[in-house]
T-cell receptor
Framework: DAGVIQSPRHEVTEMGQEVTLRCKPISGHDYLFWYRQTMMRGLELLIY????????DSGMPEDRFSAKMPNASFSTLKIQPSEPRDSAVYFCASSPRLSTNYGYTFGSGTRLTVV | KQEVTQIPAALSVPEGENLVLNCSFTDSAIYNLQWFRQDPGKGLTSLLL?????REQTSGRLNASLDKSSGRSTLYIAASQPGDSATYLC?????????FGTGTSLTVIP
């Protein structure tokens, strides 16, 4: 398996523009997570899905952020409109399940810069 | 809510030293604990996963222990090398999500 695949690796956009980040989880993993990492706050959980259904989106900072998972192999995180304070590295991770034997596998992340 | 703390925040050691990184969590009702390594500008690489019923896991020069009752885990790195320089994060699986510590930044000096 190629692991968790994120695109793009880097994104530079102007304030006010729409940004879409993409993630392909590992096949067979039922859980998908979106995280944001900054120097100030470390890793923050934004939202996670179980079997394509959003379970907890309490970490989504504002209505400008939205996430979808239309099928088991694809998820998007959208920011509209983007602001400079959204600049961070966004990680996607997947897991077969939350309990016992299984842990996370992370993607390589998308480094977002909003100017 | 589960809180995960890692001490120290940064550590610098000479090459060849053995070292210990610490992770503590507030709620002992966890499914598992995972240690990750993150290189600058990169994603997270899983190092070791300890299930809640286990006490330790080993991989090469790495050994992770888990004491659920006291809410602690340690990552022991033997004979450190400059290539071990990175940020190390621990994460616990509890309730319906994973909780991350803020990490320990390790520098191994040649």
């Amino acid at each position: 398996d190629a692991g968790v695949i994120q695109s793009p690796r880097h994104e530079v956009t102007e304030m006010g523009q729409e940004v879409t980040l993409r993630c392909k989880p590992i096949s067979g993993h039922d859980y998908l997570f979106w995280y944001r990492q900054t120097m100030m706050r470390g890793l923050e959980l934004l939202i996670y899905f179980n079997n394509n259904v959003p379970i907890d989106d309490s970490g989504m900072p504002e209505d400008r952020f939205s996430a979808k998972m239309p099928n088991a192999s694809f998820s998007t995180l959208k920011i509209q409109p983007s602001e400079p304070r959204d600049s961070a590295v966004y990680f996607c991770a997947s897991s077969p399940r939350l309990s016992t034997n299984y842990g996370y596998t992370f993607g390589s992340g998308t480094r977002l810069t909003v100017v | 809510k589960q809180e995960v703390t890692q001490i120290p925040a940064a550590l610098s050691v000479p090459e060849g030293e053995n070292l210990v990184l610490n992770c503590s969590f507030t709620d002992s009702a966890i499914y598992n604990l995972q240690w990750f390594r993150q290189d600058p500008g990169k994603g997270l690489t899983s190092l070791l996963l300890i299930q809640s019923s286990q006490r330790e896991q080993t991989s090469g020069r790495l050994n992770a222990s888990l004491d659920k009752s006291s809410g602690r885990s340690t990552l022991y790195i033997a004979a450190s090398q400059p290539g071990d320089s990175a940020t190390y994060l621990c994460a616990v699986s509890a309730g319906n999500q994973f909780y991350f510590g803020t990490g320990t930044s390790l520098t191994v000096i040649p």
